[in-house]
């Protein structure tokens, strides 16, 4: 049972690891908005996010395990102590070096998401202004009763020809 956490730990790592590196290629994508890459990327991370949702669920399921064989083992105990009741001092160094491998990726891949997360906000609003000056719209100085900027769009058409 402890074999199993080891590994699927480690799966976990590594899936958190190219989640990553998928990550700092959306980034760049999204800087050249490049949206073909940014599609392909995205079915990608959406792999990755299932892979990383089923192995999610081995671990807790295999941790729900092995706490009923251990009564002192219970879903408040950190995962540092649980760790610490390995059989064996070697099992107990891997749990917690791949602990901390699985801490530092996912920490990682966050950063990661929260950045790509501002230039896809940004790259929209780029091409929301693009569209309004297109269309011929405004921003008025104020904002709406929701928080949201007033647009006004001037008529180019005269109806009446």
């Known amino acids: 049972m402890w074999q199993n ?5 480690d799966k976990l790592g590594e899936v958190y690891d190219r989640l990553a590196t998928l990550g700092e290629k959306k980034r760049s994508a ?5 949206m073909k890459e940014l599609s392909n990327l995205l079915d990608a991370e959406q792999l990755l996010a299932a892979k990383i949702q089923k192995l ?14 251990d009564k002192t083992l219970n879903e408040t105990t950190s995962a540092k102590d649980f760790y ?4 064996t001092l070697a099992a107990e160094k891997k749990l917690l070096q791949l602990h901390e491998r699985l801490s530092k990726n996912v920490d990682k891949a966050l950063t990661i ?4 997360q501002v230039l896809a906000q940004c790259a929209l609003d780029a091409v929301q202004g693009q569209l309004n000056r297109l269309s011929g719209a405004a921003v008025e100085p104020t904002y709406s009763g929701k928080g949201a900027g007033v647009v006004t769009h001037q008529k180019n058409f005269d109806f009446k020809a």
């Open 56 to 69: 999610e669920q081995r671990r807790v399921e295999i941790l729900k395990n092995l706490s009923k064989s």
């Open 84 to 87: 610490r009741k390995a059989p």
């Open 30 to 34: 999204l800087v050249v908005i490049d």
């Open 113 to 116: 998401r929260n950045n790509n």
């Open 5 to 9: 956490l080891i590994e699927t730990l």
